[in-house]
C-alpha cells in the first residue's frame, strides 16, 4: 500500500522526476517503513509483556484454587480423622461399659454361687445335727412369708 502511493502520479508528477526525487522518496519510505517496525516491535513488546502479566495472573489464580483446594481437602481429611477417632472412642467407652457390666454380672453370679454352696454345705452340716428340724421349719416359715416355695427343700423333704 504504501510502495502504491509512493509510485502514484500524484505525488511524483508525470512519473519523470528526477533521481533526487526518487531518493528522497526512498528516503523517506525507509523512514515509514523503520517507523512503522518500530511501532510494530513496540506493540510486539508490549503484547508480550501483556501475555507474561495475563499468564502470570493465570498462574497465581490457579496456583491460589490449588491452594484452597489442598486446604479443602485437608480439612476435610481432619474432619474425616476427627470423625472416626470419635467413633472409635465411643466403641471403646461401650466396649468397656459392656465388660464392666459383664464383669458385675460375673461377680454377682459368682457370689449367688458361693452363696448357694454355704446354704448348701451348711444344710448338710446341720442335717446330721440334732437341729436340722427346727432349722428347716424356720426356712419353710421363711419362704412361705416371701411367698416363694422351698426350692431344692421341698425335695428333701419328700426323700
Known sequence: ???GAFLSTTHTGTGTGSGGESAKQYAVASQV?????????????AVHHYEQDKAATE??????????EV???????????????????????????EIKRVEGERRL???RLRAEVDRYKYDLQLRYSQDFK????????????RGG???????????
Open 1 to 3: 500500500m504504501l510502495r
Open 33 to 45: 517503513v523503520g517507523g512503522v517496525l518500530g511501532v510494530i516491535s513496540i506493540t510486539a513488546v
Open 59 to 68: 498462574i497465581k489464580r490457579v496456583e491460589g484454587e490449588r491452594v484452597m
Open 71 to 97: 486446604k479443602r481437602v485437608e480439612g476435610e481429611r481432619v474432619t474425616e480423622i476427627k470423625r472416626v477417632e470419635d467413633m472409635a472412642a465411643t466403641e471403646v467407652k461401650l466396649a468397656a461399659t
Open 109 to 111: 453370679s459368682e457370689e
Open 134 to 145: 427346727s432349722y428347716q421349719d424356720a426356712k419353710e416359715q421363711a419362704n412361705k412369708e
Open 149 to 159: 416355695t422351698g426350692g431344692p427343700q421341698k425335695e428333701e423333704e419328700t426323700h
